[in-house]
């Protein structure tokens, strides 16, 4: 799908407000340096991997494609301190995505699968599958059975 001509789907304050505050108060986020204190903890079928660098272009299609296939329907994708966006996994927002939001006077850009510097957490409306990012402990969380399947089938691609 050709991107050119597409507009980010910011999320609406309220709306962010609500999806941290879930982060918050279910998930029990817990954002900071201390590489002891657990930073999330997630309330379904989960599993941990780490990665010490950034996914390529072609993981981070790996990854789109898992998540097309478990949902046509839009995702949350969430950046601590950032913008946060709805998305279609099935849109391919391409890899290092960004543009110049005018209303604004700014960058806007699409977070990676990666948490590259900030917290990422990628989640389906239903909270029923998710990957959540921690920047510092290059810890990546899979949230969901079809999606640690997945993830599984793919470690060795996702060098994971």
Known sequence: MDWSGRVLNIISNDTENFLWNKMYDVYKFKPGTNHQCEWIQIPCESKVYYKDTPWTAEQESIINSCFEE??????????????????????????????????????????????????????DKEWKYGLFGHPWKHEIVVMG????????????????
């Not at 099935?90 to 604004?104: L, M, N, Q």
């Not at 059975?145 to 994971?160: D, P, T």
């Open 70 to 123: 478990l949902t046509d329907d839009e995702m949350y994708a969430l950046d601590w301190q950032h913008d946060c966006f709805t998305f279609l996994p099935k849109e391919h927002i391409p890899f290092e995505y960004e543009e110049y939001d005018s209303d604004r006077k700014c960058q806007v850009y699409f977070p990676t699968y990666y948490p590259n510097g900030d917290y990422h957490f990628f989640v």
């Open 145 to 160: 059975e079809k999606l640690i399947e997945m993830f599984e089938k793919e470690k060795v691609s996702l060098g994971i």
